[in-house]
């Protein structure tokens, strides 16, 4: 299988924490993407990095990408209860997606 | 900014019926959409990718013959499974790209699929 794994499975924190999310992906990439799913709903696209990006910022995330160790990480600074979701990775590499198994996220107010 | 949107959200059918679900693009043209499966607690699946007025392409393990999909318009694409059994009770999920954006895809909110 293609697909990237992604760990912690799950993770819980209290608000206020960080909390940092590892994407592994086995195929060469354009880019990769991260996405968040509330329970029962669809995709919210949160950031794309690019192949020959190391690290990007939007708001309270953080994304690095290493191309040679094929591997990525979001971080989520000063976590909110809001930000209880599933997060997933979505490498692309032809036109599609393959995603990753994703990292339930559960923040404790 | 894109929207696309899925219908119906949610759809309880019995074992043995067709369901078609529309995913379309309202406010752009989608030259590309793909389909996706979702189990409970997994991640998405890619089903298919479908071009406009071409047939769709099945990813390794999807019975095409169950899954049809119809792109038949820059803003409308359609996946019917037939002859619906339990096991493809699932969350489906469909999105689309635009001409010039590659590899950016723009999601739907999904559909619940409950087979009898």
């Known amino acids: 299988s293609q697909q990237g794994e992604e760990d912690p499975q799950a993770l819980s924190i209290q608000e206020g924490e960080n909390a940092t999310m590892n994407c592994s992906y086995k195929?060469?990439?354009?880019?990769l993407q991260w996405y968040r799913q509330n329970s029962g709903r669809g995709l919210v696209h949160l950031i794309l990095?690019?192949?020959?990006?190391r690290e990007k910022h939007s708001g309270r995330l953080r994304v690095t990408l290493d191309t040679s160790k094929k591997s990525s990480s979001l971080l989520i600074t000063a976590s909110r209860a809001a930000d209880t979701a599933s997060y997933f990775c979505a490498t692309a590499f032809t036109d599609k997606l393959i995603f990753g198994t994703g990292t339930r996220l559960q923040v404790f107010p | 900014g894109a929207v696309v949107s899925q219908h119906p959200s949610w759809v309880i059918c019995k074992s043995g019926t067709s369901v078609k679900i529309e995913c379309r693009s309202l406010d752009f043209q989608a030259t590309t959409m793909f389909w996706y499966r979702q189990f409970p607690k997994q991640s998405l699946m890619l089903m298919a990718t479908s071009n406009e007025g071409s047939k769709a392409t099945y990813e390794q393990g999807v019975e095409k013959d169950k899954f049809l999909i119809n792109h038949a318009s820059l803003t409308l694409s359609t996946l019917t499974v037939t002859s619906a059994h339990p096991e493809d009770s699932s969350f489906y999920i469909c999105?689309?790209?635009?001409?010039?954006?590659?590899?950016?895809?723009?999601f739907g909110p999904g559909t619940r699929l409950t087979v009898l």
């Open positions: 990095i690019r192949s020959n990006e």
């Open positions: 999105s689309a790209e635009g001409r010039g954006s590659y590899n950016e895809q723009f």
């Open positions: 195929t060469s990439i354009n880019n």
